[in-house]
Each structure stands twice: as structure tokens, then as C-alpha cells.
């Protein structure tokens, strides 16, 4: 075990006073970024609310990665909560930027920190539906039901992700039938239909991709 020196315990001192400074400031520098976050988004501008409050996360994933605040639990929370509101902010503004791989990354993100997040729920469910994952969506959107069950732009997108999905595989059993109309050949009818699912997936996050 590598002993603790007293350089670095004074370092480490050091580290803890300005990280407390700066929590005690009224306006800080990653407020600011925040700020500036919320009106690029406000005004349309996703691509600079997106780098704003990128910077804000990495200022916080300073903070939590070195564990300045270990020593505060009160402090330690409020980190915590900047951590899962950016990431929420992220999902939403990549969502806009129909970005929904990212958009997913960032709600992921939000629901490591509080499984519960009824925003990182919908965000997810929002960018599944986007991408034509009709079934992920909905089982996003029936979580969030059962922790809000009035939610009604949950239960609005829960009807129209179960709809596209049964559309989806009605014009998969069609085409299958026509392809594979013989008795025999029932069993690839279906392999087929979760073919073309799949392959409406990829076509989708291509397009998303092209867009970036």
C-alpha cells in the first residue's frame, strides 16, 4: 500500500477548500454554463445548450470522480442531483437534435443515478419510439405508469408505440404470407417477421446517423 505523504494530504486539503469556495459562490462557472444551457435550448440553439451543459457534467463528474464531497453529505446530494439533472437535460436536448442513440445514453445515465426518474423514463420511451423500438418503448412507458399512473403524455405515447408495434407486425405477417404462404414454411414466416422488425430499426438509426 502506497503511503500517504504529507504533500498529498495537503492537496488533498486544498482541493476540498476550493471545491467548497466554489459551492458557496452564488454564481459559479458552472452555473453560468447552465444558464447559458437553458437559453441556447430556450431559443432553439441544441447544438450550444448541448455543449454548455456537457461542460457543466464534466465539472460534475470532476467533482464526484475525486469525492470532494464525501466528507458532506448534504453537498455530496446536491452533486449528485446536478449529475441526473444534466444528464436529463442531455437526453432532452439530443432528442431535439434527433439524436436518439445519445438521447438514450444520457437518460441510461439519468435512470443509473434514480431508477425512479419519471423524465428519464419518458426521455428514454420518447427516443425508443423515435428509433421504432415500439416494445422497448413500451415497457419504458409501463414503468413509468406504474410509479405515475396519471401520467397522460405516458399513457398517450403508450398507445401509439402499441398501435405502430401491432401495425408493425400485421405488414410482417402480410408480406411473410405472401413469401412463405405454404403450410410448411410457417416457422420461417416468423424469423422473417422479426427480420423486417429489425431491419426497420436499422434503417431508422441509420438515417439518425446520416443527420449528424
Known amino acids: 500500500m502506497e503511503k500517504q505523504t504529507s504533500e498529498d494530504t495537503e492537496e488533498e486539503a486544498e482541493e476540498l477548500e476550493a471545491a467548497d469556495k466554489e459551492s458557496k459562490l452564488p454564481a459559479s462557472k458552472r452555473e453560468k454554463e447552465e444558464l ?6 430556450d431559443r432553439g440553439d441544441y447544438e450550444e445548450a448541448v455543449k454548455n451543459w456537457m461542460a457543466s457534467l464534466r465539472s460534475v ?3 464526484l470522480d475525486k469525492k470532494l464531497y464525501a466528507h458532506n453529505a448534504e453537498h455530496q446530494k446536491q452533486v449528485e442531483n446536478m449529475d441526473l439533472r444534466f444528464n436529463l437535460n442531455l437526453a432532452q436536448a439530443h432528442i431535439k437534435l434527433r439524436d436518439f442513440s445519445k438521447a438514450i445514453e ?8 434514480d431508477p425512479s426518474s419519471s423524465k428519464a423514463l419518458y426521455r428514454k420511451s420518447v427516443a425508443l419510439f423515435e428509433t421504432m423500438d415500439y416494445s422497448q418503448a413500451a415497457q419504458q412507458l ?6 405515475d399512473p396519471d401520467n397522460l403524455a405516458a399513457k398517450d405515447l403508450l398507445q401509439k408505440a402499441k398501435r405502430n408495434e401491432a401495425r408493425g407486425e400485421l405488414r410482417a405477417r402480410r408480406m ?23 431491419i426497420r430499426q436499422i434503417c431508422c438509426r441509420r ?6
Open 176 to 198: 411473410s404470407q405472401r413469401i412463405f404462404g405454404t403450410p410448411g414454411r410457417q416457422a420461417d414466416a416468423g424469423i422473417f417477421s422479426n427480420i423486417v422488425g429489425r
Open 142 to 147: 409501463q414503468k413509468l405508469l406504474d410509479l
Open 106 to 113: 444520457f437518460a441510461d445515465n439519468a435512470l443509473r443515478r
Open 36 to 41: 447559458k444551457g437553458k437559453e441556447a435550448y
Open 61 to 63: 463528474k470532476y467533482l
Open 207 to 212: 438515417a439518425n446517423a446520416r443527420q449528424d
